[in-house]
């Protein structure tokens, strides 16, 4: 994966925040390790507690594909929209310990 896209997806992000003026906590913009798959993380302090998640989702997903993705090879794999509330919610889940069985 190519930083230059990494850096227009970013770009096209804080284009898209600004426009609907969400005032942003975190944008995280990865890619997710298999071919030009990415994932990416947006946590708002204002502007998406009365938006329902899905429709914030939508609308940055069709946002990003008009204006960072004309070659059409980018994959979004996970695109995720918090409000600072449920990311400090998701922050603090405890994962759980995963048990490793090793062949003998």
Request: avoid cysteine; charge should be negative; aromatic fraction near 8%.
């Amino acid at each position: 994966m190519k930083s230059s896209k990494i850096d227009l997806l970013r770009t096209t992000i804080e284009e898209w925040v600004k426009l609907h003026q969400v005032d942003v906590k975190l944008i995280e913009v990865k890619p997710s390790g298999i071919g030009d798959n990415i994932h990416i993380l947006v946590v708002a302090r204002k502007g998406f507690e009365n938006w329902p998640s899905y429709e914030r989702r939508s609308d940055l997903f069709k946002y990003l594909h008009e204006h960072a993705n004309p070659d059409k090879k980018l994959v979004i794999t996970l695109l995720i929209t918090m409000t600072e509330e449920e990311y400090d919610k998701y922050d603090r889940v405890e994962t759980v310990p995963r048990i490793v069985f090793e062949q003998i």
